[in-house]
């Protein structure tokens, strides 16, 4: 439950904003259809510990025996989840008899481009540096733009635009939103315990960072600004962060996957736009909000379901170590 241009560890890859958020802890292929090009996810190159070696250094060479444990260490259990998931994607494709084609791929770059800024050159600067610290180099980025459009074309099955949704989309783009810090836990036990040591003196962001199983933790628990009703996040805890004062800690929420206290740092007031002017960017807005929704569900039920047999330790030991769908 989270709004990112990059979700499930470059498992999908969604278009929408780069400010930080939280919350998150919210077969064979097909034969093409005359109807259009099927373009298939990206199929591995045949690999041979024949082929010369990988490097050289000081005269000596470096092995792949050498290499293969810590490269599977590092992502391996990630790049086995991400293979994983297309061929899953693959299968439910092929049931709803739906295709991919290069047009689709193309429209998910330009959408993440969109998402990053709206000036080309700049949008093209921040998705390099993105690629770069997400190790997405051309293979696994086709393979995350594939992956992510076939998401988005299952997932615009369930898409239904509202006026309820467009009034969801202009609150969330032009109503007034709340900054707040964020801890999440586990369990109610510990969820009293961080009150206990909040409501001492402790400042809240040493104890997010201490005890946040949320990524915001990294951030001392600190959220982008959220609007009333933004879909990214539970109802439950947009209701409590609206009630809350400036500098008050909430009591413990019930999340999903464990308890959330929150603590409202600011009020950004709205910016007063015309729902009738914007309504065309609203209901766009809707519709990517909630495709983004609806591609996250449909990737973490895929992978919930999935049991691959891993034969070698080093693999299997990031296949477990790796951060889990369900999560």
């Known amino acids: 439950m989270r709004a990112c241009v990059l979700c499930l560890c470059a498992v999908v890859l969604v278009g929408c904003s780069t400010e930080p958020r939280g919350l998150d802890s919210f077969p064979s ?12 996810s990206p199929a591995a ?60 791929i193309a429209l998910e770059e330009k959408t993440a481009l969109e998402a990053l800024s709206t000036d080309s050159a700049r949008a093209t600067q921040l998705l390099t540096a993105l ?22 074309a299952l997932a615009k099955r369930e898409i239904t635009i509202t006026n309820d949704t467009i009034r969801q989309a202009y609150d969330t783009a032009h109503g007034p939103r709340r900054i707040a810090r964020l801890i999440v836990v586990s369990d109610i036990a510990t969820a009293e315990k961080v009150r206990t040591r909040l409501n001492a003196g402790e400042p809240f962001s040493e104890v997010a960072a201490k005890l946040s199983i949320d990524s915001s933790a990294e951030r001392g628990g600190i959220l982008a600004p959220i609007a009333r009703l933004d879909p990214s ?39 007063g736009a015309n729902p009738a002017t914007t309504r065309a960017e609203d209901e766009r807005s809707a519709r990517r909000a909630q495709e983004r929704v609806e591609m996250d569900r449909l990737a973490r039920t895929l992978l919930r379901k999935a049991r691959p047999t891993i034969f070698d330790d080093s693999l299997s030991d990031s296949w477990n170590r790796r951060p889990r769908a369900e999560n």
Not at 247 to 269: H, T
């Open 233 to 271: 996040f539970p109802p439950a805890f947009r209701e409590v962060l609206f009630t809350i004062k400036p500098g008050e800690n909430s009591a413990a929420i019930l999340l999903e996957n464990g308890y959330a206290i929150v603590q409202l740092s600011e009020e950004i007031p709205g910016d």
């Open 131 to 152: 690629r770069n610290a997400q190790s997405l180099g051309p293979t696994r980025w086709a393979a995350l733009l594939w992956r992510n459009a076939a998401l988005r």
């Open 45 to 104: 190159k045949p690999f041979s510990t024949n082929d010369r070696p990988p490097a050289i250094f000081n005269g000596d060479v470096i092995e792949w025996e050498e290499m293969q444990p810590r490269l599977y260490e590092v992502s391996g259990g990630q790049v086995i989840e991400e293979i994983v998931l297309e061929r899953l994607l693959r299968q439910e494709l092929r049931l709803a008899d739906i295709t991919v084609d290069e047009a689709a």
């Open 29 to 40: 292929d097909t034969k093409p259809n005359p109807r259009s090009v099927v373009v298939a």
